[in-house]
């Protein structure tokens, strides 16, 4: 699937970026656990789809790496680099994030990973094995095996032994290379199954081996014998490792998510840990020195389990888990939009925090009888309940005292939330001839809304249980979803249109058609102003209800099975079909201009990638410029203007000796520049940081050139007429950015003077002095405050206006505190007093 930090350019959503994946913390690939050096910790390394994740074992919190064109399909690591591939190409990351070294050489896809010194060994299913050398990248030795004889399953290096490399097959047979020599030093017969895994005990020499047959071979390589041997019934071995804090344990991963603990003293079973996964043990490693092993495995888990009781089992220290089965159904809870809910189909319910991965909490799984489960030690999912596939015919009163269920068989019934006791039914004997589709309840606890395949939509009194109205529509219904707050019903239709109904006229006012699939989900904005649905043709729509118009399509790789909006409006999550992870998508319209204009019903929405599992980093401004035609040609123009000032060779010269130059004579311009604007000083960043400092520290100002605005005119006219009525109303017309503008520009680097600030602080005073508009007087003197900080702290003139209305402020908030303990006064005595 692919995955990346945003849409493509000219391929965006117009509303929506990708901004990053919550949930996903494993996959079906083995871990890797190294130890640095400098910071004397262990790091975990594990692949998550086409990037992986470094995870401090003593703080496993995320740093995701730089993604990969496809999902990564074997990983390893060394020291210094981890090393990952997909297809034939290997890839070495450094500082656990970018890409410094990419190998080309295999043919087919890479299989097996080796870290070996200052090289680095890859096997692919052709039974090619190429040892790379690091830093140049080059092929040093290429050597094929006969997959008939020979197929290699398994690679390790054995301690001390150097230049030399264990290979195993999948035959069962076991050879041992000089690498630096290419000579096969020795051939081990092995036991008549297939290597699936080989590890290094903590004796030299000694090699554990694990067969596709069940059976654990700890054989000494040196003198090809067989020191112990062990079995368990639960399939194929799929990892082994080794304690190293003084307890000679051996653990033992299978294919169906059991463990095993050996003791290799006394050669015997000392302990099993069944269940640790729901899916096989993936990766299994014990933490060098200390009673903590490590796993991982398909079912989207990262486990840490400490040994430090009795019985040599192990109990759950920390872990990182999400869905092991994707999520049917996503909600935002609470009002600060952090936590969202989710409902996955291996039946748990999961709350994710968009803030920080410490603060997701599994909720587990439903059980018809917990009790009688642990009682009688049966399996759990036994007595566990079915998946939760939908939130759709379920809702709590706005009051939280009531459960209002709609069932396939038409009845829709009232129970208590605290006791769980019947409290009512809507209709006589059914509430609808068909199954409920969707259930709902007004913001006063006034009214209960039900939907049903019938096609009708039904009004009810939620305390009485009267019918009240009923609209049939033309098609059948797939769900309904109410905005409490507005009133207002989204109804979804299986002719795949979606309809709005007023809640209190009881009457369709809007109709959108455009989805060429099942709707899987709506989600309506905080304010109620968009509706928001996802459809199985894998488009995600936004449709203004004002306008009745649509304003932002774009097309995913995969379907949207449920979306929600934040209760603040700063994000829209979505689940899709066959994945994991819930994708989070930031409202560009709250921190960028964004125009909605309206599109065709039949607009052919563009194919963005979701976001990978950590936001970007940054946006490159060469792409954000280039994003629009109309700014690159704007960009282009600018440049031409600005450095025709200097020969091209000279600006060359320039950048490379760092000679500074001074015009030869002042820039004459056929025409007048405008007004600077936030996209001017855009330019002039971009300008920045294409030019060194020393050339445009010799440029014209443009602040110079810039004609002088209204706003500016009026303060210098004030500055003698003591009169500043005119630039307040002027003021308070403009909007936040022309705002911005206009004070940016009273700074001598943007064409003002300090003469000028002095002025607008004046302004300020005399906002004050009148005692009107004083959160507006407020909100200006910030700003100011912000954008010239620094040029006021170094000014004796604004220090001084500045310390007058530090005063003016002071004198101000005791009047107004006057004017509230008189209010508050009065308040006391009308609720006190004997009317």
């Known amino acids: 699937m692919l995955r990346a930090g945003s849409g493509a350019p000219g391929g965006e959503s117009v509303l929506f970026a990708g901004f990053r994946a919550l949930g996903m913390y494993s996959g079906s690939l083995p871990h890797v656990l190294r130890f640095h050096q400098r910071h004397r910790e262990f790091y975990l ?53 970018e890409v410094v070294h990419i190998y080309e050489g295999h043919k087919a896809d890479i299989h097996l990973l080796q870290p070996f010194g200052d090289h680095v060994i890859s096997v692919d299913v052709d039974n090619v094995l190429i040892v790379w050398d690091v830093q140049s990248e080059e092929e040093y030795l290429q050597m094929n095996f006969d997959k008939a004889v020979f197929a290699v399953s398994a690679i390790m290096h054995p301690s001390t032994y150097l230049n030399k490399i264990l290979l195993g097959s999948e035959q069962g047979s076991l050879q041992l290379w000089n690498i630096k020599s290419n000579k096969l030093l020795h051939s081990f017969p092995g036991w008549g199954s297939g290597v699936t895994t080989l590890e290094q005990a903590p004796a030299v020499d000694v090699v554990a081996i694990g067969l596709v047959s069940g059976y654990i071979i700890v054989h000494n390589i040196k003198f090809d014998e067989t020191l112990m041997k062990f079995e368990q019934d639960w399939g194929p071995v799929t990892t082994i490792s080794f304690r190293t804090d003084g307890h000679p ?36 490693s014990f933490v060098h020195g200390e009673p903590l092993l490590i796993t991982n495995g398909a079912d989207n888990a990262i486990r840490i389990w400490i040994f430090d009781g009795p019985g040599g089992g192990g109990r759950l220290l920390r872990y990182r888990m999400g869905h092991s089965a994707p999520p049917t159904k996503i909600r935002y809870h609470g009002q600060n939009g952090q936590q969202i809910l989710s409902a996955g189909q291996d039946g748990t319910l999961q709350s994710f925090s968009t803030v920080h991965e410490r603060f997701n909490k599994s909720l587990g799984h439903g059980s018809i009888n917990k009790k009688k489960s642990k009682k009688k030690g049966l399996r759990y999912d036994t007595l566990a309940l079915p998946p939760i596939m939908a939130f759709a ?9 009531f459960a209002v269920i709609g069932l396939s068989t038409g009845h829709v019934d009232v129970y208590n939330m605290q006791s769980g006791i019947h409290r009512g039914r809507y209709g006589k004997e059914k509430a609808h001839e068909g199954a409920i589709r969707g259930v709902a309840v007004d913001g006063l606890n006034q009214l209960a809304i ?6 009708l939509i039904k009004f009810w009194k939620f305390k009485t249980t009267e019918l009240v109205h009923s609209t049939n529509l033309a ?34 006012v809007r109709k959108f058609s455009g989805h060429l699939g099942k709707i899987n989900d709506m989600a309506f904005s905080p304010d109620g102003r968009w509706l928001i649905s996802a459809s199985m043709d894998c488009t995600i729509k936004t449709w203004d209800l004002p306008s009745g118009c649509l304003i932002d399509s774009f097309l995913l790789d995969s ?101 500074a130059i001074f015009p030869s004579s002042p820039l004459s311009l056929p025409f007048p520049l405008p007004l600077l604007s936030p996209l001017s000083r855009l330019y002039i960043t971009i300008l920045n940081r294409l030019v060194p400092t020393e050339i445009t520290s010799k440029l014209v100002n443009l602040g110079i050139l810039a004609q002088k605005s209204d706003f500016y005119i009026q303060l210098e006219e004030a500055l003698r007429t003591n009169e500043y009525t005119s630039p307040l109303n002027l003021l308070k017309v403009m909007g936040p950015s022309n705002i911005e503008t206009e004070l940016r520009g009273l700074a001598p ?14 302004l300020i005073g005399m906002m004050l002095n009148t005692k009107c508009d004083f959160e507006l007087a407020q909100a200006y003197l910030a700003l100011f405050l912000k ?16 310390s007058k209305l530090s005063a003016q402020l002071e004198e101000t908030w005791v009047h107004l505190q006057t004017l509230f303990n008189q209010s508050l006064c009065v308040l006391n005595y009308m609720k006190s007093a004997l009317l």
């Open 787 to 802: 954008l010239h900080l620094k040029i006021t702290s170094s000014e004796p003139a604004l220090l001084e206006e500045i």
């Open 450 to 455: 039900t939907a049903g395949s019938d096609g």
């Open 45 to 97: 390394v594990v692949a998550v789809g086409s990037s992986f994740h470094t995870y401090n074992v003593s703080d496993p919190s995320p740093l995701p790496s730089n993604a990969l064109l496809q999902d990564i399909t074997c990983l390893a690591a060394d020291r210094m680099l981890v090393f990952a591939s997909y297809g034939s190409l290997l890839h070495a990351f450094a500082r656990n994030k």
């Open 393 to 401: 015919s379920v809702d709590i009163s706005t009051c939280g005292n």
């Open 749 to 762: 680097e943007g064409g003002g003077s300090v003469e000028v600030m002095q002025s607008f602080l004046r």
């Open 559 to 659: 379907a949207a099975v449920s979306i929600t909006m934040s209760p603040t409006g700063d994000f829209l999550a979505s689940s899709h079909v066959d994945d994991l992870g819930i994708y989070l998508w930031s409202n560009r319209s709250l921190y960028s201009l964004v125009s909605l204009r309206p599109l065709p019903t039949d607009h052919e929405s563009s194919v963005i990638m979701l976001p990978r599992t950590c936001p970007a980093q940054g946006i490159c401004w060469m792409k954000m410029a280039c994003s629009r035609p109309s700014v690159l040609q704007s960009l282009f123009l600018f440049f031409k203007v600005c450095f025709s000032l200097y020969p091209l060779n000279i600006l060359v010269t320039c950048k490379l000796s760092h000679l």
């Open 475 to 508: 098609s059948s219904l797939s769900g309904i979803l109410l905005h409490r707050d507005s009133g207002i019903l989204g109804i979804a239709s299986d002719d795949f249109s979606i309809s709005v109904l007023d809640v209190e006229t009881r009457k369709i």
């Open 249 to 284: 344990v051996m653990a033992a991963g299978s294919a169906i998510g059991h463990i095993a603990l050996w003791d290799l003293e006394e050669k015997k079973l000392i302990s099993q840990m069944r269940n640790a996964h729901t899916t096989a043990i993936a990766g299994l």
